[in-house]
C-alpha cells in the first residue's frame, strides 16, 4: 500500500472511530478530515486543528509513537480543544 493511500486509510478509521466536526486533523499532502464530537466547523479557519506529517502520522495510528510523545516533541501541533486524539489511538 502507498503512503498516500495508508494515510487516507487511517483518516478514514479516525473519522469511523471519533465521528464528529470539533477537530480538523490534517496530514500534508496526503488527507483533511474532520472528526471528534462536538461544535461543527464549516467555514473559516478550524477552532481546534491537529497537522503532522505521514510518518508521524502513521506511527502515532499504528502505536509505535505515543500521541503525548508526539505532541511534545513538535511533531504533532494541537491547537484548540479536543486536540488530544490518544483515546481514539492506536487504530
Known amino acids: 500500500m502507498s503512503l ?33 464530537e462536538g461544535g461543527r466547523h464549516t467555514r473559516g479557519t478550524p477552532r481546534a486543528v491537529v497537522e503532522t506529517d505521514p510518518e508521524t502520522w502513521l506511527a502515532v495510528a499504528r502505536g509505535e509513537v505515543a500521541w503525548a510523545d508526539a505532541v511534545a516533541d513538535g511533531r504533532i501541533r494541537a491547537s484548540g480543544e479536543r486536540t488530544d486524539l490518544s483515546p481514539y489511538l492506536p487504530l
Not at 486509510?9 to 499532502?29: C, F, I, M, N, Y
Open 4 to 36: 498516500k493511500q495508508e494515510v487516507r486509510d487511517t483518516l478514514a478509521r479516525l473519522q469511523a472511530k471519533a465521528p464528529g466536526h470539533s477537530v480538523e486533523v490534517r496530514v500534508p499532502p496526503y488527507g483533511a478530515v474532520q472528526a471528534v
